[in-house]
């Protein structure tokens, strides 16, 4: 079998129960327009946007309202025609469960909305082929387009790397239990997938792209072969892999068709791969082909809580209650429990958050669908995690480590390279929640970096601040012998002068070592507590770069690290500011005594 | 906790804790029966007692450490180290040597380590050799012989439950153990001559062929239900005949391979001792280089060693070194591009 078709198993993996059959049997729906949207402006991991709106401002469907300053933040658009009524605080689909500034845009009457344009047009590039790949980037951005899936980053950044691409994946695995989004918009939309995949491929200058299907998608996979058959690409090939958790994550899929690793901290990038789920892929041949920006997703709307299992189009911003009423699902106060994503990796939301771009599943359980997991036993170690781990972890070993706090051990064991899959929890003969233990464990470790970054800060600190008082103490010692050696001459100057000139001279002389004093005074605290202030402000003014050009590599290598380092940033740039005010402030006072 | 019980995943697979020891004291029932069959009642009799005194051992410790004591033994864990010490002791070994033993590796050797899964020896293994060391002579005299070697029938059920309930160790029809006496014997005589006695004419080694068969069909059975792996059995396997084979040809001087095999504890050892997952070594390559050593060992202990059978000894040693091993057997994790290995962080690349 020569390179291309062939499928490298993945180890480990597990198989949960599909639950696919309940919602897959139907075509998309489109649920009603909302009444409202709200719209993060922390949207995906990247840098918060601005609005560019106020409130009472009329704004129209996909046109742009908020953008940030760096190329991550991705830029925001109005998901409906509607007018601005709040800018504030609002709960988040996010496991954190935090509230982040949105811009909440309620739709107009029916008589405003007849006089208003329907929504931004971009115009269509129906020729895409001989566009630039300049104007087809920035159309992606434009577009508001960001990953379907995962951490939701921009898309378009995914498109701006400086590593050569020889490789596109797109990931229509969708390996999760109960999620059938990608596999409906594959069955329905298959021409548009292929299409936005020729699309990338003319991005990246790539040469292949595999669409890799789950074999437990027979349609989906007929429907993109029929598709691919009727443009006759030979550069895009469908590669079935076994069904099987969690073959769609990034680095299983990855490995699964080309046989090899990303490197551990790394991005598919370097390995001249880049991979795209099929709704963005969708959303890149609307927005090129027919101008269309992004203001709407395929959501499987599932579980044993709801009366009509299926997926839908829903307008990104409705809030969950709104999209899950709409599908006849009771909700009272914060009920039902919904979780977002998958019973593998999902977690609960806020249900009066907004559907957000990478808001692939609601997931509303019967009462009794997910049962609580008994008290966890005592870990046997009969291995059986071990067989499952996708990653070749240790799971048993992470989670004594995890439960002892040995965190150097757990790093020995790779604790950083667990994708929180859940599949060794699945199999845990014991129900020990062990991703729980294992996002514990990396918290901690993360905080203890964090402290040990800050000691090593202080210690800097502290040895700088030894070496100055070494160099006050040094210069003060020469200056007192200076001063001795002078004493010296005039006591034996003295001894020849008259009184009359005596008592002159004392004056002199204590005059100049009043003078002396002050000078010494001012020696001391003026110029020293300056120098220490320019210090700060240097030091952190570097600390600021420094975090910059990182966030900046992290950024266009879409390295997982851009949250952390943004945050990072935050606070140095405010470290600096705080530096450079008591500067000012010392200058000014100082300089007016 | 509540923040716990609400992350992902959400969805448990049906496994149980004693799920997994029912289906190992199941997989351990064909060789007990053929135990049983070849060599009386002692072996069924001596497991009722093991497992009983192992059961109350635990439920004591347990109420002394005050942990939930009914929770606790619903794990079948103390039940399945009473039957494999039934299958381990000797079928005559007055009843006392198997409260003492079963006491010792629950007491002992389980819950001052910690309990379930902390254990640094195989609880079985260390009760086995602490009464052999302590009690050599019941010990050593206490197996049977099969009818048809001995020309007697085994002791009736109540015969051999009025032995098993006496203080002194039964020493009528007792013999040493298929491994001892070859060894003993092939000192005087020839391989053939071997064969012309009494113990050989019925077979060679006759009736612990069958029990060691019905040790593997257990074994198969864990194998496919995945509750162990491979690698702790075949490492056994290969460990013990990568000497067995080049010095064991001559039957005349050393004992064949075949009887390394199928005549003493090999088969049980490897799939219901080297596979103890506590007290072996964690990944799969390390499980293979501790079934390695117990093999090696075993081999060495057999051969030029004291002891009527030397799986227990061999796999106490490698208990003690199985963390050693852990060390440097961690699997290569995706995307490095070796194993770490060792005690400490490699150097990272900047
Ligand atoms: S599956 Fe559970 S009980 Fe078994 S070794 Fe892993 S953590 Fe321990
Ligand atoms: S959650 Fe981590 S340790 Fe567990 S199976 Fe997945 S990758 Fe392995």
């Not at chain 2, 072996?280 to 004291?306: D, E, H, M, P, Q």
């Amino acid at each position: 079998m020569s390179r291309v078709d062939r499928i490298w198993p993945l180890p480990g993996g597990i198989h949960p129960p599909e639950h696919k059959s309940e919602s897959n049997g139907r075509p998309i729906a489109r649920l009603p327009a909302p009444h409202h949207v709200v719209l993060p402006l922390h949207q995906n991991s990247g840098l918060p946007a601005e609005p560019m709106v106020a409130i009472g401002e009329q704004v129209q469907r996909g046109q742009l309202i908020a953008k940030g300053h760096h190329p991550v933040s991705a830029l925001v658009h109005a998901t409906i025609s509607g007018r601005v009524t709040a800018i504030e605080d609002r709960p988040f689909a996010h496991p954190s469960g935090l509230s982040v500034p949105s811009i909440v845009i309620e739709s107009l009457s029916d008589q405003e909305a007849a006089l208003s344009p329907e929504a931004v047009s971009m115009a269509p590039m129906r020729d895409w082929a001989t566009e630039t790949k300049e104007r087809l980037v920035s159309r992606i951005q434009e577009a508001g387009i960001t990953g379907l899936g995962g951490a939701g980053f921009p898309s378009h950044i995914k498109y701006l790397g400086q590593r050569q691409i020889h490789t596109l994946i797109v990931n229509g695995v969708e390996c999760e239990p109960y999620i059938t989004a990608d596999d409906r918009l594959m069955r329905e939309h298959a021409t548009d997938i292929v299409t936005g995949t020729q699309i990338a491929l003319k991005i990246l200058s790539a040469s292949t792209a595999f669409i890799a299907i789950e074999d437990n998608k027979p349609e989906a996979i007929s429907a993109i072969k029929a598709a691919l058959v009727a443009v006759t690409d030979t550069r895009i090939k469908v590669k079935v892999v076994p069904t099987k958790y969690p073959s769609g994550g990034e680095k299983q899929l990855v490995y699964l068709l080309t046989g090899r690793e990303v490197p551990s901290g790394d991005i598919p990038a370097s390995l001249g791969i880049v991979m795209q789920n099929t709704g963005t892929l969708y959303a890149i041949k609307e927005a090129v082909v027919s101008g269309t920006p992004m203001t709407e997703r395929v959501v499987t709307i599932t579980g044993e809580g709801t009366p009509n299992p299926g997926n839908y189009w829903v307008t990104i911003g409705t809030p969950i209650q709104d999209a899950l009423a709409a599908t006849q699902v009771a909700v009272t106060g914060n009920r039902p429990r919904v979780i977002m994503g998958g019973p593998m990796m999902g977690y609960d939301v806020d249900i009066t958050a907004p559907v957000s771009k990478v808001t692939n599943c609601l997931l509303v359980p019967s009462a009794t669908e997910f049962p609580t997991a008994p008290d966890p036993d005592p870990c046997i170690r009969c291995g059986l995690c071990e067989q499952a781990c996708p990653a070749n972890l240790l799971p048993q070993k992470l989670f004594w480590n995890a439960v002892h706090h040995e965190w150097e051990q757990a790093r020995l064991n790779s604790l950083s390279d667990c994708i929180e899959c859940g599949a060794c929890s699945w199999v845990c003969p014991s129900n020990i929640p062990l991703v729980q233990h294992y996002r514990f464990a990396k918290a901690e470790i993360k905080r203890e970096a964090i402290e040990t970054i800050k000691a090593d800060q202080s210690r800097l600190r502290f040895e700088q601040r030894q070496a100055r008082l070494e160099r006050d103490a040094a210069e003060k010692d020469a200056k007192r012998k200076a001063r001795a050696a002078e004493a010296a001459k005039a006591q034996a100057a003295k001894a020849q002068d008259t009184p009359s000139t005596l008592d002159a001279s004392a004056k002199d002389a204590i005059l100049a070592s009043v003078a002396r004093a002050k000078a010494k005074k001012a020696a001391s605290t003026g110029p020293v507590t300056q120098e220490a202030l320019e210090n700060t402000v240097v030091l952190a003014q570097q600390a600021v770069d420094k975090t910059r050009v990182k966030l900046a590599t992290a950024v266009s290598d879409g390295l997982p690290s851009v949250e952390a380092l943004t945050g990072a940033l935050q606070k140095l740039e405010k470290r600096l500011a705080d530096a450079q005010s008591a500067l000012q402030s010392h200058t000014e006072t100082g300089d007016a005594p | 906790m509540s923040l716990m019980q609400r992350s992902s995943p959400h969805v448990m697979g049906r496994n149980t804790t004693s799920r997994i020891m029912l289906w190992v004291i199941v997989a351990a029932l064909p060789g007990l029966l053929a135990l049983s069959y070849f060599y009386g009642w002692g072996y069924l009799i001596n497991t009722v007692i093991c497992v009983v005194s192992a059961v109350l051992a635990e439920a004591a410790i347990l109420m002394l450490r005050k942990r939930p004591v009914l929770k606790t033994l619903k794990d079948a864990s103390a039940v399945l180290t009473g039957v494999l010490l039934g299958v381990t002791l000797p079928p005559f070994a007055p009843w006392w040597i198997m409260v003492i033993a079963s006491g010792f590796a629950m007491v002992f050797v389980k819950h001052l380590y910690g309990g379930l899964g902390q254990n640094l020896f195989n609880p079985a293994m260390a009760a086995f050799a602490l009464v052999l060391i302590s009690f050599p002579l019941p010990m050593t005299t206490s197996w049977s012989t099969p009818e048809a070697i001995s020309g007697e029938p085994l002791p009736s059920f109540s015969q051999q439950l009025s032995h098993n309930l006496e203080w002194q160790a039964y020493d009528g029809i007792t013999m040493a153990t298929p491994l001892d006496h070859y060894k003993t014997k092939i000192k005087r005589l020839t391989a053939d001559e071997l064969a012309q006695t009494p113990e050989y004419v019925a077979g060679p080694f006759y009736g612990i062929l069958w029990v060691n068969l019905a040790f593997l069909l257990g074994g198969l059975l864990l194998l496919f239900l995945k509750i162990i792996s491979w690698h702790g059995p075949v490492g056994l396997f290969t460990g013990l005949l990568v000497l067995a084979l080049p010095f064991s040809a001559d039957a005349d001087s050393a004992m064949p391979v075949l009887m390394h095999l199928f005549a003493g504890a090999t088969v049980f050892g490897a799939f219901f001792i080297v596979t103890d997952p506590a007290s072996s070594a964690t990944s799969n390559r390390g499980k293979f280089i501790f079934g390695f050593g117990v093999g090696i060992l075993t081999y060495c202990i057999r051969t030029w060693g004291n002891f009527p059978d030397a799986i227990a000894f061999a796999v106490l040693l490698m208990n003690i070194s199985a963390p050693f091993i852990d060390h440097y057997t961690r699997p290569r994790t995706y995307g490095k591009p070796k194993p770490v290995s060792g005690y400490k962080l490699p150097e990272e690349s900047p």
